[in-house]
């Protein structure tokens, strides 16, 4: 059976020169470039995974991130793309574009079976099935084995009613299958990383938490599961294969959940020597200095927190369970390894006034993350929020039907007066916010604790050519690539900016050409090589031009715009089915530090009431 899995964008999205869409189709009123949060744009997970299970089923599957393209093209792909099923992924943020993708499904392909799954189709799924005709069924929480079944019932020309885990339609009537129980086993899932390019992993599934904002146990129910260690190193060192840069997103909910397995983990990507660099996510509760130095071991450049906020009173207000002093030792712990530490931040929360902002901002004062970004409170259906909120009669479900918000961004219950007081700030301050990096005396204690770790050395040495020692920045980062830095590139790049610096024209030209041959993927050394050309080609040196290079290594850095991980160029044979896609072209977009978070502040509690 021919399935097409899409991404779809959040709106009618118009094109270079096009006018926009209607008001009921377009963007919200007042839309600003930026207020869609930058991983919007990142494919869900979960796709990928329902892609694997039907590859692995015999299914003729493609898997496509449209969420950025103008509606002439996706119009264009929907008609191209002859599919028996199409599933889609639907969020909060794109839901309307979910119903007019399913329109124009129904348009080109009326016997088409359309069905859509995700974390805002899961607590609506009768009303997505009530307001939008064109949606057949949808899959509720975990989908894995829901899906597949609906495809073995769809190819052997049976009805899809019925099946358990879903919303479906009895002729006129809407029905709520059985519920299913979620899988006890992960690792007898098909990999994601056997069949797709994506540097997203997931190696578990839940959270044990239940904070007040979140809806992770509408999708995957009460509790944590995970998959085995051998499943996890085998999905590495798959993903690795195919990634043009050693870097891997593990985008868990709380990858630390069980600190033996991340131990055990490690030091068993230590023991297969798979040299790679990789985040995580997870909470301040769950660390220690063990863990974390087997982590920093392991590749570990970056840890990403649920903070939310630097008020106690509001971490108890939201169920948080953790505690200031909680935050500020973890912190600290991952700093002495070298962790870069990223807060995740939040403005709005239950409890919040300008007094507990406050508060929250002279915490980070004290608290010094290497990194933090503030999104403002959405009330996502699914979450305790938004129960909490339609009891009191704040909040009607018929609003994300019939409203055309991207987010229910609202401050949970603070008055106008203290959300201003977050607005102005916010305006100010939005996306991703930076500390003063270490000093080289810091990073020289790291080096110290870990030993003669690759990139221990890379980070002593990005500190010193910061303050001006060229000569010690190039001894470590020769240091690091003998160690057998995962980035090579990386290193040559800072060679090379060392070379310039000395007016070493031909020693960085070299460094540069050596990172061409050995690791030439990654965007800082491509900015830098066109620079350096096109300075050449103007006569720089003769004429005494200025040149301007960027010497960093900074994790983030290594994100590429691919599909279908991200919504690149699609290749040539997209709509062709009688071959597998063609390799994904390289696209020339990169998703940058300076790009993350969204942009848009909070509504008004008197705007978004919408009974």
Known sequence: ???????PPPWKIAGPGEAEAPASEGPPEGYRPGDLDADFYQIPYGLLSLGAQARRAGHQVKVLNLSSFPWTKVEEVVRGLDADLFGMSCWTANRRGVALVARAIKRAHPRAHVVVGGPHATPLGPELLRHHPDIDTVSLGESDDTFLELCDRLAKGERASGIAGTVYRDGSVIKKGP????????????SPQDHFATHILMTSRGCPWACTFCGAETSWGRGFRAQSIDYVLDAMEHALAKLPVRMIQIKDDTFTTNKKRVLELCRKIRERKLSFFWSCDTRVDLLNEELLTEMRLAGCQRLSLGVETGSQRILDAIDKKITVAEILASTEL???VGIKVRYYMMLGNRGETADTFRETLAFLERAKPHEYIFSCLSIYPGT???EDAEKAGWVDREAYFEGTFQELKMPFD???????????????????RSSPPPTSDEYRDVLARLGDYHAAHMDLAGALYREGDLKGAEHHVRRALELGYPCPGIGYNYLACIAKARSDYEAMMEAFSTAAKVDPQHWVLIKNVNAARAWFKAGGPAKRLPL????RHDFQLLERTAQPTLPGPLPED???????????????PVKTPEMEGSKRELGTRGKLRVL
Do not use: C, H
């Not at 059976?1 to 991404?7: E, G, Q, V």
């Not at 603070?414 to 977050?422: L, P, R, S, Y």
């Open 1 to 7: 059976m021919r399935i097409a899995l899409l991404y």
């Open 179 to 190: 519920p299913r129980k979620n899988i006890d086993d992960l690792d007898r899932l098909a």
């Open 334 to 336: 991952a700093k002495k």
């Open 384 to 386: 305790r929020d938004f």
């Open 414 to 432: 603070a008055t106008d007066e203290d959300t201003a007081v977050m607005n102005e700030w916010f305006a100010k301050n939005s996306g991703l």
């Open 548 to 551: 301007e290079l960027e010497a």
């Open 574 to 588: 997209w709509a062709t089915w009688s071959e597998p896609l063609a390799p994904q072209p390289e696209a020339a």
